[in-house]
RNA sequence: GGGCCGGUAGUUCAGUUUGGUUAGAAUACAUGCCUGUCACGCAUGGGGUCGCGAGUUCGAGCCUCGUCCGGCCCGCCA
């Protein structure tokens, strides 16, 4: 790291360059003054290195650092010195630099927080100063863990056939998905590319051009509203191959997940269970389930809906879960359980317990309607033993499995279960194609219109489109969804069929997609893909809330850069030069 | 579009339940002392439109209404 400035960085000299007369260049993190002795940490992206003073052999030196502060910018020569005291804390903490003399390089303003690994700043103020937010090794650390990262699968990538290949970002809006960022177009008043949602089209038509092993790490953009795991612009790792089926994609990217683990992480990873999305739901009422513990829907239709509680008779699915030793549960507790899922978030109209008590008797919140044996039948059922607390919630089907699901969270939480260091991953297959809407009356494509139905459900595409499942997939790690794909339609027939399933009128299908349907008509190969969510893979692999944290700089809730002020108004010349004026 | 939480010193927060004298703490900053610190220590000091607006009241950081900003979530995200 040696350049004309300096000979080394503050995080390399230890023991062995004692004597040596070294440069260092970085910014001065704290001043210690002991009177006739002064102690500063000069800091770089390397690390800490200790700058001493000393009243008696260099007054001058001490006269000149006299007025520095936090944050500026020095240069400093001196030579290596063993410590008196040495600091076991740091690499550099055998060593000091006697000061010879300083150059400052930049002064700073006393910064608005700061610059340490537990800072006294908020999230909004280090938003706002981003810039210096990076200098402190948490956040620092996380760049350079996505660095890490981005270069691993490179080199995974390329040695194993597949080529980078660029797409553009000036792209058409289509009304399929997420709702596009647009850009006026200057020379053509009224009309508006979009920036890409992902390089989805391009990368089968890479396909069609024969790069038979395409990715790319590639930025995309939805305008959608935010959540801690969401940004407006995120990055994908987009990737396409051809003459596989689904089996040679999940097996090629688990290799590539295998490695991350082993390269990044240094852990050796199970092979990948499998999960269809059928059991996903029924099992943990989610397409992304957190397999990182058990408590498992049971199903309880049968064994609770033959006496008088209206609640479970007439709803659509009665399940419950299994909460291990929580038979104890207070009532205050209890309550706090039925609170949340009656919170708007979730949305339930109530919660049922079952509190098997350790004596073999049974306690519920239906007493009412059950007796001993009918509770004792629910025990069973679900496997609960004597301390275990049966949660049951019962209403519409999907509804009902959605918020039992949070509920199994909220309780995995509660209990520890969801461990950070643990890393369970699925790949969650055979989602169905299509999903019925009602309020716009028609089906919309679960994944993406170019996603292939599975061969022997085919011809149900007219008849009974909602029963059709896709050759599509998720891969989830811990209860996140971080990457998805699936065989692509390279028929054009079949393509035209999927459209109009969807409610396309032909001529809506040709003006949208004709260049994808045009290019199946010259060799389009039979090809699938996936695409991994970058930033949350470095949140997953981090035990990270939120991916905001693993990019430099990210847009607040409001998709707002507060560091930049934007989005902003233009000026009216240049509303009137887009036409938009 | 909706729900919940927050906004008080440069910064992080307490104070709001129960309205009442001069709004506190820590840290940062400044000054002085200190020759082995590394979360240095000690002493002193400056620093506040209590997000903004309206209302209730003899009196509002505290109560009411509105509004802006931030965070988490639901909807949304093929």
Known sequence: MKTTLRTHTCGELNASHIGETVTLCGWIQKIRKLGGMTFIDLRDRYGITQLAFNEETNPELCRQIEPFGREWVIQVTGRVEERYSKNKNIPTGDIEILSEKITVLNESLTPPFTIEDESDGGDELRMKYRYLDLR??????????????????????????????????????????????????????????????????????LMVSGFDRYFQIVKCFRDEDLRADRQPEFTQIDCEMSFVTQEDILQTFEGLIKYIFKEIKGIDIEPIERITWHDAMKYYGSDKPDARFGMRFVELNKVLQHK??????????????????????????????????????????????????????????????????????????CGAEAGDLILIMAGPRMKTQTQLCQLRLEMGSRLGLRKAGEYKLLWVVDFPLLEWDEETQRYYAMHHPFTAPKPEHEDMLESNPGAVNANAYDLVINGTEVGGGSIRIHDKELQKRMFKALGFTEEEAQKQFGFLMNAFQYGAPPHGGLAFGFDRMCSVLCDADTIRDFIAFPKNNAARDVMLGAPTPISDAQLKELGLK
């Open 136 to 205: 402190r090794n948490p956040v620092k650390n996380n760049l350079l863990f996505r660095h890490k990262l981005g270069i691993a699968i490179r080199n995974y990538m390329n040695n194993i056939g597949f080529v980078e290949i660029e797409t553009p970002m000036l792209v058409n809006s289509t009304p399929e998905g997420a709702r596009d960022f647009v850009v006026p177009s200057r020379l053509s008043h009224g009309e508006f590319y979009a920036l890409p949602q992902s390089p989805q089209t391009f990368k089968q038509l």
């Open 308 to 381: 008088d509680f209206k609640v479970f008779n007439e709803a659509e699915l009665v399940v419950g879960i299994v909460a291990k030793g929580c038979a104890h549960y207070s009532r205050k507790q209890l309550d706090e359980l039925t609170n949340f899922v009656k919170r708007p978030q979730v949305g339930a109209t109530g919660l049922v317990y079952v509190q098997c008590q350790e004596d073999g008797h049974f306690k519920s919140s239906v007493d009412k309607f059950y007796d001993q044996n009918d509770l004792q039948a629910v025990a069973k059922e």
